[in-house]
């Protein structure tokens, strides 16, 4: 019986891109609108998609009309060519990730998906390379809302039209980077977990930043770096079954919480 509907992000949680992603978006908006912007410093993290490429072309003097006149075309070319040039080379998992997501995949109490301001056609083929698309059966995508706030209701509405069940907010795990994510408003109480940013930021949407809250599954992609060490944790005031659990790793290196016994 589905109880938990636990979402990723792509970028920085369930992998990484080398510089190809930037180069081909480049390439991409030159032969679109014949300038690439400020695509070559601009930063990139947690924004959408979209967002990114009216934000470089507005950044050269574009108006957002003349953006938007070619942004189906721009869109269509940087998802083509991404398609064609990335390689399975150009892509690294994050360690641990293939255990965690055979884990989840594996109880009938989870329902995986996608919150990622990716394009669906590029995000797909991200995940196509390292073989992990097969564990995401839907998504919420740069292509669904205007903006990264709207797309955890987008996911919600997704998982309903799947299954029939409607996710309440304390059955919601959204894991990934927060930053670009408003979560104190929107969704109710969903759990948000920051796994992009040294400083480990963990928190319900409209609740508080302590660890008593962390929801029963958890993975911290670089939170060894900060020195953190997480041992036999139990569940906060949202509820769930407590769990023991450890970050592995030390400076430098990735750690991971792989919770084995799952609400």
Known sequence: MLKKLVLF????????VNSIN???LMDALREVYGTEGSAGTHNFAGKMDSVIIYEVLQNTGLSDGSIAEK??????????????????????LMQGIRELLD???????????????????????????P??????????????AAS?????????????????????DQNIIIIGDTGQLQINGGTGGTAAISTAYVGLSVGGIGGSS???????????????????????????????????????GGAGRQGIVIITEFF
Do not use: W
């Open 9 to 16: 992000d792509i970028d920085g949680t369930l992998l990484s």
């Open 22 to 24: 930037r180069r081909i």
């Open 71 to 92: 942004f189906d075309k721009a869109k269509e070319t940087y998802i083509e060519m991404f398609r064609m040039q990335a390689k399975p080379s150009d892509i690294i």
């Open 103 to 129: 884990k989840l995949s594996a109880s009938s109490a989870v329902m995986l998906g996608l919150l990622t301001g990716n394009f669906e056609g590029s995000g797909r083929h991200k995940l196509l390379l």
């Open 131 to 144: 073989d992990i698309n097969h564990y995401f059966s839907f998504g919420a995508f740069a292509d669904d």
């Open 148 to 168: 990264r706030n709207e797309l955890p209701q987008v996911a919600v509405d997704k998982a309903y039209q799947l299954t029939g069940k409607k996710f309440s």
């Open 210 to 248: 302590v660890l008593g809250c962390i929801p029963p599954v958890i993975i911290l992609n670089g939170a060894a770096n900060t020195g953190i060490t997480a041992t036999g944790f139990g569940a906060g005031g949202g509820g769930g079954a407590g769990f023991g659990a450890a970050v592995t």
